[in-house]
């Protein structure tokens, strides 16, 4: 656990996720639900010399004290002996969580940012590519109007009028 100095882990769940924990740890009775507050801990506990141990207990009253579960497997209600409690839920737990659960660890967090940081680089790259391209394109866009309008049939004027007012060219055609 992180920091050390941390003393309790506490989740919270619902019916259905309090039911599961209680089917995992092979003392739930369907069809009973559990109600509305209903509480499962688990505890690692010590008990003088003689090592960890762990206990769980349920509350399905908030009037009442959580009532001991007896773990199958373990020698009694009270304390399960938590190398006991290991064997016995091992094949429940996780080999790998991270991976598991979808999650990264440290070294492919980095390499992910990494990556992120030059698909960004990328995509700035290309936008400003693309800008330049488009103002070069309209650049000669209008190079090209000036021209078709100067370029005439024979006379002097060409054959249609190119009038530039503010941002806007607007060509006007002069074919009879």
């Not at 598991?100 to 492919?108: A, K, Q, T, V």
């Amino acid at each position: 656990m992180e920091p050390p100095e941390r003393r309790m882990l506490m989740y919270s769940g619902h019916d259905s996720t309090v039911a599961a924990l209680l089917n995992t740890l092979g003392v739930f009775r369907p069809p009973e639900l559990s109600p509305y507050g209903a509480l499962v801990s688990v505890e690692l506990r010590t008990r003088g010399g003689s090592g960890f141990f762990v206990r769980a207990s349920y509350r399905d009253d908030p009037s009442r004290e959580p009532r001991p579960l007896w773990v199958p497997g373990c020698p009694d209600a009270d304390d399960c002996p938590l190398a006991r409690f290991d064997s016995l839920t091992r094949h429940l737990r996780p080999d790998d969580w991270r991976r598991e659960c979808g999650l990264r660890g440290e070294e492919e967090e980095e390499d992910a940012a990494a990556a992120a940081a030059v698909v960004a680089v990328v995509v700035v790259v290309a936008l400003a590519a693309a800008a330049v391209v488009a103002a070069a394109l309209l650049g000669f866009s209008r190079h090209l109007l000036r021209r078709l309008c100067a370029r005439g049939s024979g006379g002097g004027e060409g054959f249609a009028r190119l009038e530039n007012s503010g941002d806007r060219l607007r060509l006007q055609n002069r074919m009879p």
